[in-house]
């Protein structure tokens, strides 16, 4: 539900200060949020209880609105009673910036741009790695989306007649110093890699030995981590692929060695932290 400032739909809908999401748009949502029966959705804005009401029906998932206007909250608790899914589905009155949304693994919203901007300092320090925020029509400025997608809205009653979904996922702090040590064969050495981190932007600088080598392709998804490296033995270059999950000051996962292309475990441990940049 897209909340506007006073008049801005005069020439429209002067009695409706807010925008309904088109129907198709909250299909996209919950579906460009991967929703599931195993999931709890938190929705910003909630309006009508559309988003959270279809999350239950379809999908299965809990969850719950948080709406300022109290006859939009009792609105949409009579519709999720209607629809027989009030078990899994409930609706409140609350304010965006004060009410705790951290227990949520995917949260929705249809707000204006300035208000995506003041929430997004608090979603990437209060909610887990991982969690899934979707947007209808507004970016969330520098934090580039890990998705986005255009759907066609013919009839739609705000803007022009397309949508834009976008999707995040909270990124893991990733950065700091790392250090861990192979097995023997062909990516056998003692490493060490600093990260520096734009959000889920990730680059690297790494030693093996006292020797450079190469971090390439690093990619951040919630709190797994996925990077190349490259290093040179004998006069030949080897590519070394990393994958982990990100537990703390900890990753554990599997590295595939290309010099013989066997895959072997991969603990690494962080000796230092450094500060993620999110401006």
Do not use: C
């Amino acid at each position: 539900m897209l909340w506007l400032p006073a008049g801005a739909l005069a020439q429209q809908q002067p009695d409706v200060p807010y925008v309904p999401t088109p129907w198709n748009v909250v299909e996209a949502m919950l579906e460009a949020g991967g929703v599931t029966a195993n999931d709890y959705l938190i929705d910003l804005g909630s309006g009508d209880g559309r988003v959270v009401i279809e999350a239950a029906r379809k999908r299965g998932a809990r969850g719950m609105g948080i709406e300022l206007d109290g006859n939009l909250v009792s609105v949409a608790n009579r519709e999720a009673t209607r629809l027989g899914v009030s078990a899994k589905a409930s609706f409140i009155s609350g304010n965006l910036f004060t009410f705790d949304f951290s227990k949520a693994t995917v949260l929705t919203m249809y707000l204006l741009p300035k208000i995506n901007l003041e929430l997004r300092p608090r979603i990437l320090a209060q909610m887990r790695p991982g969690t899934r925020i979707v947007s209808h029509d507004f970016d969330m400025g520098q934090w580039k989306p890990d998705m986005q997608r255009e759907i066609a809205v013919p009839n739609k009653s705000y803007g022009p007649p397309v949508s834009q979904i976008y999707l995040w996922y909270v990124p893991a702090d990733f950065t700091g110093k790392w250090q861990w040590q192979l097995p023997a064969g062909a990516a056998a050495g003692a490493y060490e890699a600093t990260f520096r981190q734009t959000f889920q932007e990730l680059s690297a600088d790494a030693v093996v030995h006292g020797g450079k080598v190469a971090v390439q392709s690093s990619k951040l998804r919630g709190d797994t981590i996925a990077f190349t490296l490259v290093r040179e033995v004998a006069g030949q270059k080897q590519t070394h692929e990393f994958s982990g999950r990100i537990e703390g000051d900890r990753i554990a996962g599997r590295v595939k060695a290309g010099g013989d292309d066997k895959t072997y475990d991969w603990q690494a441990t962080r000796l230092a932290r450094g500060q993620m940049n999110t401006e």
